[in-house]
T-cell receptor, first 110, second 115 residues
């Protein structure tokens, strides 16, 4: 059974810092990996999707990498801003279902 | 235009009642899902439907009965509500076979509180 773990569970950084969020999964037989953002009391916004055959995806200040063989993904956020404060969720697709990690709560202080 | 919509946004009810949450997607996707996010914010899949047919049921109590009248709608009916059903329920959809296959799009969530 797939298990997804995100480290750290919470992170507080000053504005302008570059930061890395980590995601690991136990079963490497995945179809793709998605990173989401969830603001308090809101739904999920898809940030990046990496197909199992890809190594990374970039969108603006965000870069996500995937190492399927080691069961790891990282989300790199460059030049963090207070507006980046949210919970970031990693999820892997296998067997037509998404398995989520517990999320990383990010606080970017002005 | 809202891609995946859910109603109601908030639902407060008494234990033992029966309630429904509606979900609609206008993305033309074939597959729809229901997820539950508990008080610890952990998201877990409940059901998945493909073209109105159930394909995933993750050991959810049979008090929960999804209904898909057409592939754009997946409603969740809950009988005999219990305190432990309090959570945020998210609907999602995806389209297998696209270039970004199985990228899932989520609705805004329905916060259910059982008193």
């Amino acid at each position: 059974k797939q298990e997804v773990t995100q480290i750290p569970a919470a992170l507080s950084v000053p504005e302008g810092e570059n930061l890395v969020l980590n995601c690991s999964f136990t079963d490497s037989a995945i179809y793709n990996l998605q990173w989401f953002r969830q603001d308090p009391g809101k739904g999920l916004t898809s940030l990046l999707l990496i197909q199992s055959s890809q190594r990374e995806q970039t969108s603006g200040r965000l870069n996500a990498s995937l190492d399927k063989s080691s069961g790891r993904s990282t989300l790199y956020i460059a030049a963090s801003q207070p507006g980046d404060s949210a919970t970031y969720l990693c999820a892997v697709t296998g067997g037509n279902m998404l398995t989520f990690g517990g999320g990383t709560r990010l606080m970017v202080k002005p | 235009d809202t891609a995946v919509s859910q109603t109601p946004k908030y639902l407060v009810t008494q234990m033992g009642n029966d309630k429904s949450i509606k979900c609609e997607q206008n993305l033309g996707h074939d597959t729809m899902y229901w997820y539950k996010q508990d008080s610890k914010k952990f998201l877990k899949i409940m059901f998945s439907y493909n073209n109105k047919e159930l394909i995933i049921n993750e050991t959810v109590p049979n008090r929960f009965s999804p209904k898909s009248p057409d592939k754009a709608h997946l409603n969740l009916h809950i009988n005999s509500l219990e305190l432990g059903d309090s959570a945020v329920y998210f609907c999602a959809s995806s389209q297998p076979g696209l270039a970004a296959a199985n990228e899932q799009f989520f609705g805004p969530g329905t916060r259910l509180t059982v008193l």
